[in-house]
């Protein structure tokens, strides 16, 4: 039972030592019995924390964006590069290939979450207002990997405590059926409210000087507000009626929330009129950041390589939009060194920008068109910076944004009685429209408000890992439904949900696979 205790917490101070991005000391390894006795080593835990996080981004992008029918789908790109995701992409998962195995690891987060919840608690080493900001940290941590996981799975095993470090350890005990999906949302809700309250009027949170790459009671009202409009808008598979019990109360909670957020005064737009200043590695910790996957220099950077072209193949034989070729010192305009392009955006998904949307030329990199007249769509969002003649990709990966909660906000104003969204669809369309603004001003000539939503989402968070859930939560999932092609009957709803590896049932009988695999 010791060594399994030990264990534990040897892993996570290997990865605590890793964090170089919170100015982190190396520190020697810690067991059980004299951890949790200091300032330093609950700091140290808590960004250790921050660093599983960051290992899991592209999960977190997968999940929220990979099935949203915006990527080129074939098995060989347009620059010879396999595409391991297929089965995502075309919507065509199975049990064989699910391609997220083992819950995406987030399990293992979780347990250290749950182990710090234990801790933090009697650690006499911390005053209350900072034990009050870590249990409200963790609970919104924790959260944040549990909506992932329901958004994605439905019904998931719901684990509250580090089991393996409670003294009562048996292989057998950690077995655990899957919870119900009304079990999980209602979980959800209890654990990002336990969040907020344990934040709640805490000084030592108003005035944190942490950076946006730091949970925060912002977050966790980003995330609060997240929760309860999922709930007000969308069905367990196979349901009738929505996850919330009183649709109005909870929205206006969640308008509360983000209002919340505005009216702290350290958010806003970075700003009015540029869009690339938002992601730009100089502009870092901008106002419009609410919460951040950071990634720097000499230290870690993202997968987002894998949305350029690979340097074996340059650009040598393809134009850009206005059909010059790219030859001679242009053939890497971008200056990359050894980049694969595993995930492109159609053509199609490319056009639903309009040329007056400043949106589209700061997302996108260029158009490539080859001579059978296909063309490769990539991604200029994170294009990172340069050292020593060498592009490496290193910008903030946005979680949440203030422009999303204008979007929340709109969407929220729109359902409660009353509401109007106009004010926070058009603070987005302002910025992308600029000089175009009055002729793409919300509402356009037989415009709704969630159509209008759901296109300024599509175009604002290209990337960021939301537009799938978007397409589940909004227009009753039937956009979402509509991508499943392989499939039909009930099979439709249920393969909204992703299957779970083989694998996972052999380790524990009680797990059960998604309905319809």
Known sequence: MKSLKNILLVLLIGVIQSCDYLELKPIDSYSISNYWNTKDQAERFMRGLHYRVRERQKVFFQMGEIRSGIFY???????????????????????????????????MDIMQINHAIQSVPSCGALSDNEKNYYMGMLHGLRSFYYFHLFRTYGGIPLIETARVMDGNFTPERLNQPRATEEEVYNFLVRDIQTSDNYYEGD??????TDKSSYWSKAATKMLKAEILLWGCKVKPIGGTNVYSKNIQNDLQTAKTALEDVVKCGKYGFASETNFDNIFD??????????????????????FFSQFMYPTNTNLVGFKNAEGVDFKDNNVNPLNLQGTASNYQYTKEFFDTFSKDDIRRGSTFFDVYKIKDGAAAILLNKYKGEMENNVRKFTNDWPVYRYADLQLMLAEINAMINGGDPAPYINAIRKRAYGSNYEANKYPREGENAEDAILEERSKEFVGEGKYWYDLR????????????????????????????????MSKDPTVKQTLGY
């Open 281 to 302: 590695v100089r502009n870092r910790d901008n106002k419009e950041m609410i919460f951040v996957i950071r990634y720097m220099l000499n230290e870690k950077t993202s």
């Open 203 to 208: 000084a030592y949170t108003i005035n944190s």
């Open 73 to 107: 789908g074939a098995n060989s790109s347009l620059f010879n590069q396999s595409l391991a995701d297929i089965a995502a992409v075309t919507n065509n998962l199975s049990e064989a290939n699910p391609v997220i195995g083992n819950w995406g690891n987030f399990y």
């Open 473 to 504: 939560r909004m227009k009753d999932g039937e956009l979402a439904k509509a991508l499943q092609t392989n499939v039909s009957g009930q099979l439709v709803e249920q393969h909204l949900l992703w299957p779970i590896d083989a694998s996972l």
